[in-house]
């Protein structure tokens, strides 16, 4: 079992900045990669970034540039910078833990971007 908790959301305004923090706990040693997933209110959610064990990391074509993830293995926490935020960003966002064959997340966080 792994147990994620989040932290950092919030209200911005435009153009500004939030850092999200993912906490996991449990049977860390099995995790393969962890990451940061948005749902906003009538979508589905979707991938923002991953980062995996080896600190590779992917995005999806729409924060490339603005968003940075990172971890830090003695804190067993991953980290979402957001930068230059737009008002389409505003969603829940939930972090991801894919370990053991199947996937955690955590209870997820709200952000909100005023335009």
């Known amino acids: 079992q792994v147990h994620l908790v989040e932290s950092g959301g919030g209200l911005v305004q435009a153009g500004g900045s939030l850092r999200l923090s993912c906490a996991a706990s449990g049977s860390i040693f099995s995790i393969n990669y962890m990451g940061w997933y948005r749902q906003a209110p009538g979508k589905q959610r979707e991938l923002v970034a991953r980062?995996?064990?080896?600190?590779?990391?992917i995005y999806t074509d729409f924060v490339k540039g603005r968003f940075t993830i990172s971890r830090d293995n003695a804190k067993n926490t991953v980290y979402l910078q957001m930068d230059s935020l737009k008002s389409e960003d505003t969603a829940a966002y939930y972090c991801?833990?894919?370990?053991?064959?199947?996937?955690?997340w955590g209870q997820g966080t709200q952000v909100t971007v005023s335009s």
């Open positions: 980062i995996d064990s080896g600190g590779n990391t």
């Open positions: 991801n833990a894919f370990a053991a064959y199947r996937d955690y």
